[in-house]
């Protein structure tokens, strides 16, 4: 497959990443061994790579903080190859410190990324107890080590994770009435509040949908759309499960906690 086919593949996703994975592919059969990426893509990157694997011509592996997980690292390996998977990056624990101040999701990854640490090093985030599990290119482990201390007023400590066991996703699972699947009515809903207010996180690019930003209010949302609303989560369309009288649908959306 040459890079122009690969690409097609990927229509949407940005350029850059989708001929870095190519190279890390062509390379991969020259060394005859396996390459891995070096960021954790998102699930339609590593999806798509899992489904045209046999056009590829190589093993494809995927790998990130829980077999639930999202963001994910990818290794290429050869047909020829002998050698043992080993991803690049460390499951690690962020302890917060403070019995009095409350961190969330949102606290975790922007202390991170405040260090200059670009998202896609890392894997997904769950908080749980108030502490945070995630995973984190080994390169950069002893940086973020170095360099976050403290998150707001609370100090942190980070660890690798070792044998402790992740803890599993937990999410809400709430139905909608909902007048269109247009994105501007669904954001509506999804933070109750109204068209107009939908409409300003829309054209403000606070809304990222399948992890890309989209700014066009007449898009229409799709089952399985993973939708993150900036200072509100992150959503999954699941289902529609019927109709009213007055022609309103009512749908199913999983939001993550």
């Not at 994975?21 to 899992?50: A, H, N």
């Not at 599993?168 to 009435?177: A, G, N, P, S, T």
Request: positive net charge; hydrophobic residues 40%; charged residues 30%.
């Amino acid at each position: 497959m040459n890079k122009k086919n690969f690409k097609n593949y990927f229509i949407g996703e940005d350029e850059d990443i989708i001929y870095n994975i190519f190279d890390k592919i062509e390379l991969c059969k020259k060394r005859d061994g396996i390459v891995y990426t070096d960021i954790f893509l998102p699930p339609q990157i590593w999806s798509k790579l899992i489904e045209i694997e046999s056009e590829l011509e190589i093993l494809i592996e995927v790998k990130g903080v829980s077999i639930e997980s999202e963001k994910k690292m990818v290794a290429f390996k050869s047909y020829y190859s002998n050698e043992i998977l080993n991803f690049p990056f460390k499951l690690i624990l962020i302890k917060n410190s403070s019995k009095f101040n409350i961190l969330e999701h949102r606290h975790y990854l922007g202390g991170i990324l405040s260090t200059g640490i670009k998202r896609e090093k890392l894997g997904d985030l769950i908080v749980e107890d108030e502490n945070c599990y995630t995973a984190i290119s080994d390169q950069l482990f002893d940086f973020l080590q170095l360099h976050l201390l403290t998150i707001g007023r609370s100090k942190v400590k980070i660890e690798e994770l070792g044998n402790i066991k992740v803890p599993q996703y937990k999410f809400d699972i709430k139905e909608y009435l909902i007048s269109s699947y247009r994105i501007d009515v669904i954001i509506s809903a999804l933070t109750n509040s109204s068209r107009n207010e939908a409409l300003k996180m829309i054209t403000s690019s606070q809304i990222m949908i399948n992890y890309k930003f989209r700014t066009d209010k007449s898009l229409t949302i799709k089952k399985e759309d993973v939708i993150s609303i900036r200072k509100y989560g992150k959503f999954i369309f699941l289902e529609s499960i019927g109709e009213t009288k007055k022609g309103k649908f009512k749908v199913k959306f999983k939001k993550y906690i």
